[in-house]
């Protein structure tokens, strides 16, 4: 499914930057760096640091509240530290990007993989060939793991920049009450009003990390009609390949009650973070109809999970500093008014 349909694209958005401005909430703790946006990625780095992509000029360091360029690469949507000063980034075509992933440290940027490519060659889960790799996971050994939102895949490219796929993710029929309650129907007139009770929406996988016991943990955004609560996170057995989720033995769900997930990240105590884009879907932000996203602690062994912050507009990452600290991304799609803030 195209990345402009999947989920709420930067051309809808953008469109809504005015009226977003005056609703952006004031600077509390935020980084200091004018990021241009939009701001997907959210990493900490071995030495402490953090660092974010922004899509629009590249990779920011950020080291006591002040953010500098790291590195340009415009079109990057998520960021892997692999050492000091050492990081895998990732680049998508929906924003600019070339579909690739990189080495990046400082003075250098070396391709590693077109993952473009390999959806035009592969197409793992055999829809539309479409590709827009969101999220970049480190393994130990020099290799890593790629979310492709488009492509409905996790993919593994290896140290020599073989890429291969770990799992596909399934498309599900879910209730349109979300898309025609944000739409006003039935009185609006739109095409949405008459849809059938039932539609069926892509995955969208936007977020990989890896567990405690090495699982890799998969979220998804989940595509039109945009529902609440439907949200899938994913656990796939460590070393898993050619995993049709939905039926291998090897993918599992473990929680499905998230709405528009974007993001999940591992702390040092072992608890999952799991980041929603907005609790009332992204449909609803886009529609500016949202409640601001949420980021929730969850036990990695049962899921369990506490709201930690919410009302959050758009908070599109998070990471947790080697101190417990956590961080996340908040007007991340608003140009000049993104914040890397931590959660109080």
Request: a negative charge; hydrophobic letters at 45%.
């Amino acid at each position: 499914m195209p990345a402009s349909s999947a989920r709420c694209s930067s051309a809808s958005l953008l469109s809504l930057i005015a009226l977003l401005l005056l609703a952006a909430s004031a600077r509390t703790d935020a980084v200091i760096y004018p990021f241009t946006t939009p701001v997907f990625g959210l990493a900490t780095s071995p030495d402490g640091s953090v660092v974010a992509a922004d899509a629009g000029i590249g990779i920011i360091e950020i080291r006591k509240g002040i953010g500098t360029v790291f590195a340009q690469l415009p079109g990057v949507t998520d960021i892997a530290p692999i050492g000091r000063g050492d990081m895998f980034a990732i680049t998508s075509p929906a924003f600019g990007g070339e579909g690739k992933m990189f080495r990046v440290s400082r003075g250098s940027t070396r391709e590693i993989a077109n993952l473009l490519d390999f959806e035009t060659r592969v197409n793992p889960d055999r829809g539309e060939i479409d590709s827009d790799p969101f999220d970049v996971e480190a393994l130990t050994g020099g290799s890593a793991l790629v979310a492709d939102a488009a492509a409905n895949a996790l993919l593994i490219v290896d140290q020599r920049g073989t890429v291969d796929w770990v799992a596909s993710f399934p498309a599900e029929s879910v209730s349109t009450e979300n898309a025609k309650k944000i739409s006003e129907c039935p009185g609006s007139g739109r095409a949405i009003c008459s849809a059938p009770d039932q539609l069926v929406a892509q995955a969208v996988p936007t977020s990989v990390a890896i567990g405690p016991d090495g699982s890799y943990y998969v979220g998804e955004l989940k595509g039109f009609p945009a529902p609440k609560n439907r949200s899938r996170i994913w656990k796939i057995d460590a070393g898993a390949r050619h995993a049709v989720c939905g039926s291998s033995p090897s993918c599992h769900i473990v929680a499905n009650t998230f709405t528009s997930v974007i993001d999940l990240t591992f702390g040092p105590s072992g608890k999952l973070y799991v980041v929603e884009l907005d609790t009332e879907s992204w449909l609803a932000m886009e529609a500016m109809k949202g409640a601001g996203g949420a980021v929730s602690a969850c036990n990695a062994s049962t899921l369990s999970c506490t709201k930690v912050a919410s009302g959050i507009l758009m908070s599109t990452a998070a990471t947790v500093g080697q101190d417990g600290t956590v961080w996340v991304v908040k007007n991340a799609l608003i140009p000049g008014g993104a914040d890397v803030v931590p959660i109080p």
